[in-house]
């Protein structure tokens, strides 16, 4: 049971970085909190497995800090940090039976054997291993395998955190779902902090309280599920999370609002001030498919977008719009009658999201921070 | 860092004896006689020079270089189709074919030395470079068609598959395309028949009198009526160390990757 | 892979065949041929049956030879077999150094076998050696030559320095092999040196262990060239192992017929254990 905390975290592989390229972690400050069930968000390459070797010891930052309870544990082996990792490919060693390998980070604390019994029982349990303990290890199937890599992890009862890296890769799509319940089970049976690498936002979704974005080496975002696609703060969030993503325009300011081609989209003083006082390079607005809003019937004020394409999936629909040169991707629920032709949509102010140079801009701002959602603080 | 103590003192242990041959190739008989030296005294390189002007010294080089370039050719020109048949075909009594090779592996060159003798005699073929070449054959090519077999295999068979589709003959498809993808096989291959032809000494001997004489056999023979020349054997034994040292500086990175024979 | 059953493979097939057979099959039958028959010349050819066999496994010459060479080959396995693993896991495996060790390694493989045998015989010598000059200088009496003890031990010492890099070389590769996960499962895991290397490092060195093995016996079990280069089988007989006894009967005494059916003998000797070791140690992978 830890707090996890990163101070001022980054990390590059090479000795001499020369530039924001070099880092496979960036500028990093970020907690963790105790008992929590976490996901670790992000594309292949962004970063996360580094980030998970640094928390578990097994890789040594390049800078900052890294903090169990407060403690500084950067000069600590992965031995000596009470962690355990479960990674992409199952580890077993195939010489010993299951319950032996279950038993081997006990033994190599020196627990007594009849205390290991009674533990490693208890995990196989959990696990729905009981049937398989005397077998071979190198007999199992996959995800057999992942879950005594699993139990080896949970069997030790001085871990504070355990970190999945990408856990269910090779694990069959049928079985997938099971294991994912069974991690759930688990989190709440023993309430340690869990922190869940993946690049399936689904699956994030799923286990998760809380899920951290990453992009190109940053958090990008902290928040639960809905915060993440109610209001992601950076248009990668808003791009990953979502099937499909959030659509994303390029616009100029224009008195009263922004837009661009034809098109103008008003938008409240405050967010016009907004604009106004911050410093950008580029500026884009987002919405969600799921927001737009498409009128049944021609209404004077919305705006007017071609019906390219229309997509059935059943108990929804996807449109494809031309608006005036913006490619725009609308979600209709099935009972909703379907444009032909011209399409009638608008925008809700409360779903219109302003970004400038990728990270979200609020227009309220709320006490002394700054509303500009950047890194975290 | 402890653990390289243990590395070094090997290293040592192997370098040592290479390096006072090499001293001892640097001296003359007479400082060598004279008392033991760390370092030659007397530098000279008229051992070489023995041996880079005596015709009787440097063509046993030759001779070696010859026979086992031969070798190297002829083991891969056959063995690469061999297992190239071995890694995508089933066929006839190809399992106890691939472990009869193998078993040539086992063989005692000496129970060879009177049979080959005599063949290679009845064909007219004693004393000429191609009769050892051949007669090493026997023991890599098994040994080449095992590991090219085991690099062949990682190849996926739809390369093979898709070549044929874009029209590739076969002959086309095997140089243009195949050879290309095991490359570092090849290398492997050709170090090993290289190390074992470059090295045996027993056969090349038996089936050789002058014109394809070894190296290995000239220094074997020379005892003189003053004794042995322990600075020219010296300065030979170095000349020989030197081929092999080359061949594993080229094939370096091959080596380190495919040593595993493809199988491990 | 799904290998395509065939029969036109043969042709692929068929000068490897051809060869082979040529260099194995003509010489194999000659040696049976001398093996059962007695000859005195061309026209005077006697067939013998079983005498030769008989003849060659009664021979105390024969059995003292035997008995030389497998002691020679346990002797060699024992130090060959542990000291490569044990160098295998020193080697580094990134970074410049780690092709430097691996050519410096690869060098002693790369001697032609009778340069061996000379490295050593020079090497040895109380006059012209560092090895022999050293040792007579502590003060210890060492003669490869003269004393039997002292050739054996030269003999393996040299065999362990010509060969063990082989060993070490196809450890290192197997090594090699073993995916950075199972090293980092193993820390998390708290496991000792020990641990891993008995749970993780030497399982996956199974398959290559087997090939070691089985090189170093049967080559060790063949060898000729380096012994007699270094002590000429001496003393006496002291290091006379069966490739020298073989040679020194066919070509030496040219009695064909007993130098015949012993090589037949020597070379189902050696396919009888190589079958025994790769048994062994391929069952003992599938009984666990």
């Known amino acids: 049971m830890a707090e996890i905390r990163l101070q001022n975290l980054a990390h590059s592989y090479t000795s001499t970085p020369s530039g924001p390229e070099d880092y496979a972690i960036r500028q990093m400050d970020h907690i963790w909190e105790q008992g929590g069930a976490y996901a670790l968000l992000g594309p292949s390459g962004c970063g996360k497995s580094t980030l998970l070797n640094i928390i578990s010891g097994l890789l040594s930052p390049s800078q900052g800090h890294v903090l169990f309870d407060g403690k500084a544990v950067n000069n600590l082996t992965p031995e000596k940090r009470n962690i355990a990792q479960v990674f992409q490919f199952p580890v077993v060693y195939d010489t010993m039976t299951v319950f032996d390998n279950l038993a081997f980070p006990l033994r190599n604390q020196g627990m007594a054997e009849a205390k290991i019994h009674t533990k490693v029982q208890e995990i196989a349990e959990v696990l729905d291993l009981q049937s398989l303990l005397s077998k071979k290890a190198s007999n199992l199937t996959a995800d057999e395998k992942q879950k005594v890599s699993m139990g080896r992890g949970l069997v030790r009862d001085d871990v504070s955190a355990i970190l999945f890296d990408e856990p269910l890769t090779v694990i069959d799509p049928h079985l997938k779902w099971k294991l994912r319940r069974k991690l759930k089970q688990i989190h709440e049976q023993f309430n340690i902090t869990m922190v869940y690498v993946t690049h399936d936002q689904l699956e994030a979704s799923t286990f998760a309280d809380k899920i951290a974005v990453m992009y190109g080496g940053q958090i990008v975002q902290f928040g639960t599920p809905r915060e993440l696609f109610e209001r992601p703060s950076h248009t990668f969030v808003g791009y990953f999370i979502g099937s499909p993503g959030m659509n994303l325009i390029k616009v100029e300011p224009q008195p009263g609002g922004v837009g661009f081609a034809s098109i103008h989209l008003p938008l409240s003083e405050a967010m016009q001030k907004r604009i106004a006082e911050s410093e950008w390079h580029t500026l884009k607005v987002g919405i969600r498919p799921e927001f737009i809003h498409v009128w049944d019937e021609p209404f004077d004020d919305a705006l007017r977008a071609q019906v390219v394409h229309v997509e059935d999936l059943g108990t929804y629909k996807i449109l494809t719009l031309n608006l005036d040169g913006a490619p725009l991707k609308v979600r209709l629920a099935e009972d909703k009658p379907v444009p032909e032709g011209t399409a009638y949509i608008s925008f809700p102010a409360q779903w219109l999201m302003v970004y400038a140079d990728e990270f979200l801009l609020e227009a309220q701002v709320l006490g002394e921070q700054t509303s500009e959602q950047g890194a975290q603080p | ?264 | 892979m799904n290998k395509v059953q065939n029969n036109k493979a043969w042709w692929l097939v068929l000068p490897v065949f051809l060869l082979v057979a040529f260099s194995a099959v003509i010489p194999m039958m000659t040696v049976v041929n001398y093996s059962v028959q007695d000859i005195f010349d061309q026209s005077s050819r006697y067939f013998v049956g079983a005498d030769w066999y008989r003849q060659v496994l009664l021979d105390p010459r024969l059995h003292d030879s035997l008995l030389r060479q497998f002691i020679y080959s346990a002797c060699v396995l024992v130090i060959e077999i542990p000291l490569g693993i044990a160098i295998a896991l020193t080697m580094p495996t990134k970074g410049r150094w780690s092709s430097v060790v691996l050519i410096i390694l690869a060098i002693p493989l790369l001697i032609p076998w009778n340069v061996v045998g000379t490295i050593w015989q020079i090497f040895g010598r109380a006059d012209i050696g560092l090895l022999g000059a050293s040792l007579k200088a502590m003060g210890i009496n060492y003669n490869y030559a003269a004393n039997t003890m002292d050739a054996w031990v030269t003999v393996l010492v040299m065999d362990v320095w010509h060969w063990t890099s082989l060993v070490a070389l196809l450890c290192f590769s197997g090594l090699r092999a073993i995916p950075d996960v199972y090293y980092q499962a193993a820390r998390i895991d708290r496991a000792s040196a020990w641990a891993v290397f008995r749970h993780i490092q030497l399982p996956k060195l199974k398959s290559v262990l087997l090939i070691a093995v089985m090189l170093r016996f049967m080559d060790s079990f063949m060898i000729y060239t380096e012994p007699f280069v270094l002590t000429g089988g001496g003393p006496g007989n002291a290091t006379t192992f069966l490739s020298q006894t073989l040679t020194q009967m066919a070509i030496g005494q040219f009695d064909l017929g007993p130098a015949a059916a012993f090589s037949l003998v020597y070379f189902l000797i050696i396919l009888l254990v190589s079958w025994l070791f790769y048994t062994a140690m391929t069952h003992s992978d599938a009984n666990r």
């Not at chain 2, 060598?32 to 046993?60: E, M």
């Not at chain 2, 005692?108 to 470079?129: E, K, M, N, R, W």
């Not at chain 2, 044929?164 to 498809?173: E, V």
Request: hydrophobic share 55%; proline share 5%; charged share 10%.
């Open chain 2, 1 to 264: 860092m402890k653990k390289v103590i243990p590395l070094l003192i090997y290293i040592l242990f192997l370098l040592v004896p290479i390096y006072w041959l090499l001293n001892m190739s640097f001296k003359s008989n007479s400082e060598i006689l004279g008392g033991l030296t760390l370092f030659p005294q007397d530098f000279t390189l008229a051992n070489y020079k023995v041996i880079f002007t005596d015709p009787s010294w440097y063509t046993g080089y030759i001779n070696s270089a010859y026979y086992v370039s031969l070798n190297t050719i002829i083991s891969l020109t056959v063995a690469l189709p061999a297992a190239y048949a071995f890694s995508r075909y089933r066929f006839l009594g190809d399992k106890h074919l691939f472990f009869w090779l193998l078993t040539n592996r086992m063989a005692p060159p000496a129970v060879f030395l009177l049979p080959f003798f005599q063949l290679y005699s009845s064909i007219g073929l004693f004393d000429t470079h191609i009769a050892v070449a051949l007669a090493h054959c026997l023991f890599n090519v098994p040994l080449a068609v095992w590991i090219l077999e085991g690099f062949m295999s990682g190849v996926p068979k739809e390369i093979d598959e898709t070549a044929y589709i874009d029209g590739y003959s076969f002959p086309k498809f095997f140089v243009k395309i195949f050879i290309p993808l095991i490359g570092s096989g090849i290398g492997v291959t050709a170090f090993f028949c290289f190390m074992f032809s470059w090295v045996e000494l027993l056969l090349a001997r038996t089936l050789t009198s002058v014109n394809a004489k070894p190296i290995a056999a000239v220094m074997t023979r020379t005892v003189s009526a003053s004794g042995i020349d322990w600075g020219v054997l010296a300065a030979a034994g170095v000349l020989t160390i030197l081929p092999g040292m080359l061949v594993i500086w080229f094939v370096r990175n091959h080596v380190a990757k495919g040593f595993a024979l493809g199988r491990v």
